[in-house]
């Protein structure tokens, strides 16, 4: 979703703003600005600003074409909600050719400041809730002594969601900066500063953090930083040294990312399990502590796991529900996060709360984790793959999972890492309870193993790819904890090839869906060789007795044979409690071949977005 990238310097900072941008692309945008003011030499200072729509390196060619150079500047990749995708809605946004603005989030009340606004005679050009942030600020200006108080008044009469990045070209040295609900991190360089939505953006030029606090306000010079609670109290904010490897360095050998990602897993599964797992147990540390109390203390007393997650995190949490009440011994409920935060829910006794992101910024999810913590839940506890996120600076307990950047929208390595994450917590859960885990650790030990082998059937999935180049639906079909491995292939293939799919539990197929099976329809099957095989293979029937074209992915002792109205893809044979996590990749890759026979945009589909900090 949107990025921010802002520089204070000395030198010009065109290039380091969209170097910075051209980071966060992967994050989905729709259009690009910037805006640019210069201390070089000039008498009265020119505020600069170039947009364009489409992707970066179009505002990288305007911007070379503008001939604008500056050494303070602000930039901004918007993904839309207010208004339509043009460049007179792209950010950055002026006041009265003085104060320019970028802003990530929602403004909930902006129709009612819009309207304050326009009887002061402010003059509105887009249609963004953006644009009454900036000339509210300047309205706030005439009546304060600096730039940062004016922020400070605006920021109190906001409703809703922001990271923002304000200058004001009178004076070039400074950029206010605000955050509540939208992350904001400031990074540190040598007589320059800078600020952005994401540290990756800054990876080139510092390792250096800090992550501002909900409610704060900052005031970034070339020189230092000055940090302002929502109470305006002037608060020290802990600096970070980054480690993140800035794997946002190409795409190597393949087409996209999401293939570089899709082979990427037997690695991110081995980096995820490095180090946590011993001879026949997890270690617990894996999961951070809790004030002073460690994961093992709440793990021991946990009765009831509630998971909340968003997209193909939640079909992780599904998966998990399985695990849990099978291997664990509790209870476990699973809810989408934009249903779980607006509604009463009921608290079960000793409740353990997860929240699972890959980007651990999700508004929804995030939103849910601070209600939560307000309903008496034991303890929080988010799996995420971003260090330094907002779920995991605001949960009590994180597990990492160790994934690496993941660039392309569609999530793969992330999903699978999770899995790992979960596995690791109903091993963990099943080991403070007395119950057997030891099964469970051996056959994590295997997985990257079993990954490699999946990933060998490739060419034949490519092949088969083909036959759903001219399809408009597909459903798919799984049992048991491959029901939510059919939801997330489904997803997989709406999301990149825009084909319209949807998944259900094969027990499910005679209640309503059968009414939709013709040679039209594919029908994609994930049938390991498990205790509910033979059930399957009944519902499989009934599509091919109904003339539907089915592609079964399936154990080789589980017999199904190809024919001309059956395709089989043989998986090698697997551990159960595997099975989920290594069927998951020849749905990955088919996804991904059919949308590249498409001719899709496969790293950044259209519309969505890969931090989604917007409700
Ligand atoms: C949730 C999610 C992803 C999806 C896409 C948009 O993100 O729906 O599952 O692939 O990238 O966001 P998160 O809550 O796991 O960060």
Redesign the pocket.
């Known amino acids: 979703m949107c990025g921010i990238v802002g520089a204070v310097a000395e030198r010009p900072v065109n290039k380091i703003l969209v170097e910075g941008l051209k980071r966060l692309e992967y994050r989905g945008y729709d259009s690009a600005g910037v805006a640019l003011v210069s201390n070089e030499g000039k008498r009265s200072t020119q505020l600069n600003t170039v947009k364009s729509v489409g992707k970066v390196a179009n505002l990288e060619s305007a911007l070379n074409e503008s001939g604008h150079k500056g050494t303070t500047g602000i930039a901004h990749t918007r993904w839309a909600t207010h208004g339509g995708v043009t460049e007179v809605n792209a950010h950055p946004h002026i006041s009265n050719d003085q104060i320019a603005l970028v802003h990530n989030g929602i403004i909930e009340n902006h129709e009612k400041l819009r309207a304050s606004l326009k009887t002061k005679g402010y003059k509105f050009l887009s249609d963004t809730d953006t644009e009454v942030m900036v000339h509210l600020v300047h309205d706030m200006r005439k009546t304060t002594s600096s730039l940062l108080e004016a922020v400070q008044a605006s920021v109190k009469q906001l409703e809703g969601a922001y990271g923002t990045v304000v200058f004001d070209k009178e004076n070039v040295n400074e950029m206010i900066v605000a955050r509540s609900g939208s992350p904001l991190v400031i990074g540190l360089g040598l007589g320059e500063n800078f600020i952005a939505s994401d540290q990756l953006a800054l990876l080139a030029v510092t390792r250096n953090f800090i992550f501002l606090e909900e409610g704060d306000v900052a005031r970034i010079t070339r020189e230092s930083v000055e940090i302002f609670d929502k109470d305006g109290n002037a608060v020290e904010r802990e600096q970070h040294e980054s480690n993140a490897t800035n794997d946002n360095t190409g795409k190597g050998e393949y087409r996209h990312y999401m293939l570089k990602e899709i082979y990427e897993q037997p690695v991110a599964v081995r980096n995820t399990l490095e180090g946590r797992l011993n001879e026949n147990t997890v270690a617990l540390d894996a999961f951070g502590a809790f004030n002073g109390t460690q994961a093992t203390d709440i793990f021991s007393q946990v009765k009831h796991v509630q998971i909340i997650?968003?997209?193909?995190?939640y079909h992780s949490g599904m998966v998990a529900r399985y695990w849990l009440e099978q291997y664990a011994g509790v209870s476990c409920n699973i809810e989408i996060a934009s249903e779980f935060r607006y509604r009463k829910s009921y608290v079960h006794e000793n409740s353990l709360l997860v929240t699972?992101?890959?980007?651990?910024e999700?508004a929804d999810?995030l939103a849910a984790l601070r209600l939560a913590k307000e309903q008496g839940y034991m303890a929080s506890m988010t799996i995420c793959n971003v260090a330094g996120s907002s779920l995991v600076r605001e949960s009590d307990l994180a597990f990492m999972t160790k994934a690496g950047t993941e660039i392309g929208?569609?999530?793969t390595k992330a999903f699978t890492t999770q899995l790992v994450g979960l596995l690791m917590l109903v091993a963990s859960i099943a080991q403070e309870k007395g119950l057997p885990q030891k099964a469970i650790v051996q056959a994590l030990k295997e997985l990257p193993n079993k990954l490699e082998e999946a990933l060998s059937l490739d060419e034949g999935i490519e092949g088969l790819a083909e036959e759903f180049a001219d399809k408009h639906h597909a459903l798919f079909l799984g049992r048991g904890d491959q029901y939510p491995i059919a939801m997330e292939g489904a997803l997989k293939l709406k999301?990149i090839s825009y084909i319209h799919a949807e998944a259900y539990a094969a027990g499910e197929l005679k209640h309503g869906p059968l009414a939709l099976i013709d040679a039209d329809m594919p029908i994609i099957v994930v049938a390991p060789n498990n205790e509910l095989l033979e059930k399957l293979k009944s519902n499989v029937e009934e599509v091919r007795a109904r003339g539907g074209i089915i592609y079964v992915f399936a154990d080789k002792a589980s017999e199904f044979k190809s024919d001309e109205t059956m395709r089989v893809v043989n998986v090698n044979q697997v551990e159960d409690i595997l099975a989920p996590i290594v069927y998951t990749i020849p749905l990955q890759l088919l996804s991904y071949y059919v949308a590249v026979i498409k001719g899709t945009d496969v790293d950044q589909p259209r519309n969505?977005?890969?931090?989604?900090t917007v409700e």
């Open positions: 997650a968003c997209g193909t995190s699972i992101s890959q980007s651990g999700t999810t929208v569609a999530s999301e969505l977005a890969k931090s989604v």
